[in-house]
């Protein structure tokens, strides 16, 4: 009779912890997924990350934001404000350029962001790339501003964490 009782309480709580454990796992699950979803939404609010998606994406443009400021660009924009400080001693941007850098800068800033919460675990690694891998795989290569590749290349080099950004890239969808 011991050993029953013995034994039942055993399996009792061999079932109590696998329950606990069931119950964490989806709790941690939960809430990689909240931090997913927190992301995505600075991601989506921030005006500077929107400029720096608008320029990837369009090769040059006027945009509206909902509060009706006006934001416009082209190629030489573009071109201009990836350039690296140092190379050209009388570099300067207009305040377009200079704001289009400010965006590139939110945009990296939130790469390497991203970056260290997929490696910390407190993001799902698939499902971030599946959210921002197509702004990631832009930006490397700039596929709307011809002869740009090399020079957000270089920008990322000196102004952000470049294995933090190859990291994504290489997984990016």
Not at 18 to 42: H, P, V
Not at 69 to 77: I, L
Not at 112 to 139: C, M, N, T
Request: neutral net charge; proline residues 3%.
């Amino acid at each position: 009779m011991k050993i029953d009782t013995d034994l039942t309480t055993l399996v009792l709580a061999v079932i109590g912890a696998l329950i606990a454990l069931f119950q964490w796992r989806r709790d941690q699950s939960w809430k990689r997924a909240d931090k997913l979803d927190s992301l995505f939404k600075e991601f989506s609010d921030s005006r500077l990350i929107q400029i720096a998606c608008r320029v990837m994406d369009w090769n040059r443009g006027n945009f509206k934001f909902p509060d009706g400021e006006v934001f416009s660009f082209n190629h030489e924009d573009v071109e201009k404000s990836l350039s690296v400080h140092g190379v050209d001693p009388n570099l300067t941007f207009t305040a377009t350029q200079a704001r289009m850098r400010d965006a590139y800068d939110a945009f990296l800033c939130f790469l390497e962001r991203l970056d260290a919460a997929i490696s910390d675990g407190l993001v799902p690694r698939k499902q971030a790339l599946q959210l921002f891998g197509y702004w990631i795989k832009h930006f490397m290569s700039m596929p709307e501003h011809p002869g740009c590749r090399e020079r957000a290349l270089q920008y990322i080099a000196n102004y952000s964490n470049l294995g933090s950004f190859e990291r994504l890239h290489s997984k990016a969808v």
